[in-house]
């Protein structure tokens, strides 16, 4: 009987894929021209020039790839919906004769498509704009991606595992793990989704997902929700600005209460009910607490990238909470189709990306402090002074515009030259005096303004060996200055000129390290670096500390160690 049963699962499971491959043929064109063309780069089987070539219409894979699963479902209410149905087909292939998709892809708004748009669209292309319904058939569709998923690494599992065993037993060399894995995630995977996803069964929560989100994930909400308001009670009690990072924490609070009250729609038991139906009551005062929070983080850092989507987020949020005040019945479809809208809204209007929003957040903070230490010129720009000591008097501000100046990348320096008459943040710098200079640059590694450390107190600093980076913390408590010196020391140095009063020999160095160390001994090189990197990296003398950002050590054929190359990153002064 049981044998019965199982022969009769696999049948079933057969002539769904069969029916999908029949039903979807556009779509199995798309995942089939992806994978061999994926295939051919793995293998290296083709030209570097042509696999450019047929790579273009991958860029689209995804995008035409929803399209079409979408159209296919009208495919038999007329010929122009049948005709329709193949037109992204045609549009993929265009696009080998389109070689700016390459450059399209590199650009944000593609992000924001591939990673933003086709997602949330693939929750909307149903038109079930019941919440009942909406819920069933979001949640459904998340199983049917996870089923997919899991076979398919299952599966690239086993033959990983037949793989790994022919290299062990007959010292044969695989090298087709690649290609297995372009096969079963980006062919087979898509194939059982569509499969899975095609039955549209309306989704009930099973008794282990309901013991999940009823007995784990609902009482860490509850518990999250009396954190929240025990904070907000302190900011109430102690009149103080709340932490920027609380924002970050409200939002993951409301994306995760938001996914369970959603859940809720699908459970037969629902012991928490009383605590999701409240919920836009209960969330009321933490969206205030949010929004405080936000806009100190804006009105101290200006705007970017990262908090433009917080913001963004924040906006669907608020509207999300407000929404369900009151009992609707397609709440959830219309915040979806609204974040789609404005995602797609943003990659039409050029202006309003994030990178460009926050390039003109930063530009009026620089602007905006300039002015208020005179140094902004009638047109707009930096004004540029010789070095003066009575500029300590403003190093908090002036710290702030070499903050905002740093923020821009080096392709950006036409813009800022246009904009404010220096290329870097270093141009600015040269006229600030060597103390406020040094206090102004200390903000990369001193997170006083983020997270309430004191330049007094620690400072972290990346800190790589050759072959290793590690983080240490550097006390700096009794420093009277710190000199950010990046002095770089080529060809096996016989002495390191770090400072007019720091001179050190490479064999100096060397004594220095064996007596904090140890010696080698049998050990392995790399091993002994990796144990000791921070003692490698750190030379100390009476009155200042030498931080080094890379050496590079080698072993000599007497097994010698020699320096080859040394980078010095900061000199604390005591």
Request: aromatic content about 14%; proline content about 4%.
């Amino acid at each position: 009987m049981k044998k019965n049963k199982i022969s009769e699962n696999i049948n079933r499971f057969a002539i769904g894929v069969w029916q999908t491959i029949k039903n979807h043929p556009a779509e199995i064109v798309i995942l089939l021209y992806t994978t061999a063309i994926l295939f051919g780069i793995i293998t290296e089987s083709s030209s570097e020039i042509l696999n450019n070539l047929l790579s273009l219409p991958l860029y689209l894979t995804p995008l035409c790839f929803v399209i079409t699963y979408t159209l296919s479902q009208y495919q038999q209410r007329g010929m122009g919906w049948r005709v329709a149905y193949w037109l992204p087909l045609a549009f993929f292939f265009a696009a080998l004769l389109m070689p700016f998709i390459k450059q399209w892809s590199d650009d944000p708004s593609y992000s924001i498509v591939m990673l933003g748009i086709v997602p949330l669209w693939m929750l909307l292309r149903r038109f079930t704009t019941h919440n009942d319904t909406f819920s069933a058939g979001t949640i459904d569709m998340t199983r049917s991606l996870a089923i997919a998923l899991f076979f398919s690494g299952v599966a690239f599992l086993l033959f990983a595992l037949i793989l790994l065993s022919i290299e062990l037993l007959f010292d044969i060399k695989s090298e087709y793990y690649g290609q297995v894995a372009t096969v079963l995630f980006v062919l087979v995977a898509p194939i059982l989704f569509i499969t899975f996803d095609d039955r549209n069964n309306k989704f009930a929560m099973n008794k282990l997902g309901s013991a999940l989100v009823n007995w784990v994930v609902s009482p860490a909400l509850l518990i999250y929700t009396l954190v929240l308001y025990i904070y907000a009670a302190k900011i109430l009690i102690t009149r103080t600005l709340p932490n920027g990072s609380v924002a970050i924490m409200i939002s993951v609070f409301c994306l995760l209460a938001m996914l369970m009250q959603l859940s809720q729609l699908t459970m037969e038991k629902r012991p928490f009910g009383w605590y999701y139906r409240f919920f836009s009551l209960i969330a009321l005062p933490l969206i205030v607490l949010f929004w405080v929070g936000v806009a100190r983080r804006l009105s101290d850092y200006g705007l970017t990238p990262t908090r433009y989507w917080l913001v963004f987020c924040g906006g669907l949020m608020t509207l999300y909470v407000l929404l369900f005040l009151v009992p609707n019945r397609r709440g959830y479809y219309l915040l979806t189709a609204l974040a789609a809208t404005l995602l797609l809204v943003i990659v039409a209007i050029p202006p309003l990306t994030p990178e460009r929003m926050s390039d003109r957040s930063q530009i009026h903070r620089i602007r905006t402090i300039a002015a208020k230490v005179d140094r902004l010129k009638p047109d707009g720009t930096l004004l540029i002074t010789k070095a003066d000591i009575a500029d300590t008097a403003h190093k908090a501000e002036f710290r702030k515009i070499y903050q905002s100046l740093d923020y821009f990348s080096s392709e950006k320096a036409p813009m800022l030259d246009y904009e404010l008459g220096v290329n870097c943040a270093d141009d600015f710098a040269v006229s600030l005096s060597e103390p406020t200079c040094q206090f102004a640059k200390a903000y990369y590694w001193e997170f006083r303004e983020e997270y309430g450390y004191d330049i007094e107190e620690v400072v972290t600093l990346p800190i790589s060996l050759y072959w290793s980076t590690v983080d240490e913390k550097i006390d700096l408590s009794g420093a009277k200055s710190i000199e950010f010196e990046e002095l770089t020391f080529w060809d096996t140095p016989e002495v390191l000129n770090i400072a007019p009063d720091i001179t050190v020999t490479s064999k100096e160095l060397l004594d220095t390290w064996f007596e904090k160390c140890g010696s080698i001994g049998d050990a392995d090189l790399e091993t002994w670096c990796k144990q000791h990197t921070k003692e490698l990296l750190v030379y100390k003398t009476d009155k200042a500390t030498v931080i080094f950002d890379n050496i590079d050590i080698y072993t000599l054929e007497n097994n010698e160690l020699q320096i080859h190359y040394a980078k010095t990153k900061a000199i604390i002064r005591y």
